[in-house]
């Protein structure tokens, strides 16, 4: 029976990619790519010659159902994001929740997820931490930010450059100048940087150096005694 198999795909470094997730991409009639642009040097790279259909979060919607048609008529269908895990702040759980309720079996391979090593990288506690992805845009964010106020566990939020100071900023509205945290960027890359300390001295950082890449915010807990 056709499947869907969600693959992941390197953070950075190409060489990050499994032998398993290579041979499945070219086992596959069809690939899912959130950008066929940034997926094609992937491909290109391993000698990977399956051909890739566009599907993003602008088209995921309106897509979705003929998907799933066309793996249940026995088109084998991996799918894939720019980078890491899909379904992780990333196309694939909308996809992933109509094969379920349509009987369609799913498999996910085991691979890259950016949050994992910036929070083991982090030092701080990863027996028990909450994965928050990408805040809110707009009013949304100073909602779950208060309502994160007194979360003991360590938190995990996605940035991008734009955003992070801001971000940043607005963590000691809710938490505190002197809330430890680490910020990591450009993953398993050439320029990976991970910078450690309270708040404060972070933003500090970032103040002069200006921040390129997408970062992951690693944050300490309330619980966490400095």
Do not use: W
Request: charged letters at 25%; proline letters at 5%; a neutral charge.
């Amino acid at each position: 029976m056709s499947k869907l198999i969600l693959v992941p795909t390197p953070v950075g470094n190409l060489a990050d990619m499994t032998y398993r997730a290579v041979e499945v991409l070219k086992s596959v009639d069809v690939i899912l790519a959130e950008d066929t642009r940034v997926s094609g040097i992937l491909l290109k790279h391993y000698g990977i010659e399956t051909p890739m259909q566009s599907y993003h979060q602008h088209n995921e919607h309106s897509h979705t159902s003929s998907v799933v048609k066309q793996i249940k008529n026995g088109r084998e269908t991996a799918i894939i994001t720019d980078a890491g895990t899909p379904g992780i702040s990333d196309p694939g759980f909308l996809l992933t929740r109509a094969c379920v309720a349509a009987g369609v079996n799913i498999e996910c391979l085991p691979g890259a997820t950016a949050f994992v090593p910036a929070l083991v990288n982090s030092g701080l506690p990863n027996d028990k931490f909450v994965f928050e992805g990408f805040l809110p845009a707009k009013k949304g964010r100073q909602k779950r930010l208060k309502a994160l106020a007194e979360e003991d566990r360590t938190m995990i939020f996605y940035e991008s450059p734009y955003k992070l100071l801001k971000t940043l900023q607005q963590c000691i509205e809710h938490f505190g100048e002197d809330r430890q945290v680490s910020i990591s960027r450009e993953i398993s890359k050439l320029y990976e940087e991970t910078v450690r300390g309270t708040l404060t001295e972070v933003i500090a950082h970032f103040e002069t150096k200006k921040p390129k890449g997408e970062f992951v915010i690693v944050l300490a807990g309330s619980g966490l005694k400095n």
